[in-house]
Nanobody
Framework: QVRLVESGGGSVQAGGSLRLSCAAS????????MGWFRQAPGKEREFVAT????????YYADSVKGRFTISGDNAKNTVYLQMSGLKPEDTAVYYC????????????????WGQGTQVTVSS
């Protein structure tokens, strides 16, 4: 079993930056990838970014490419999401997720989820 704990959400003005962190505990060594999804009010959950633990290969949603950077620290079983150039449309609850394999942008590939952290971007 794996437990994910997120931190770092908050409120920021448009153009600002935030960094999210997600620490995995338990059988984290079994994980193949860790990433982030988000869900805005009234909208479906969407993929944001993910990083593979082997080789640090990253994947991003088109909507965040060039603004968000995902990175991982395997020694700490932690993944980070550095968000810059934030826009009001980035407002959502951000969820950390972990998988043992599968399609990176497909939520069904992820077996473990954090509790979510709110990110609010004001114009």
């Amino acid at each position: 079993q794996v437990r994910l704990v997120e931190s770092g959400g908050g409120s920021v003005q448009a153009g600002g930056s935030l960094r999210l962190s997600c620490a995995a505990s338990g059988r984290a060594f079994t994980l193949a990838a860790m990433g982030w999804f988000r869900q805005a009010p009234g909208k479906e959950r969407e993929f944001v970014a993910t990083v593979k633990r082997s080789g640090s290969i990253t994947y991003y949603a088109d909507s965040v490419k060039g603004r968000f950077t995902i990175s991982g620290d395997n020694a700490k079983n932690t993944v980070y999401l550095q968000m810059s150039g934030l826009k009001p449309e980035d407002t959502a609850v951000y969820y950390c997720a972990a998988s043992r394999g599968g399609i990176p942008a497909d939520g069904s590939s992820y077996s473990y989820w954090g509790q979510g952290t709110q990110v609010t971007v004001s114009s």
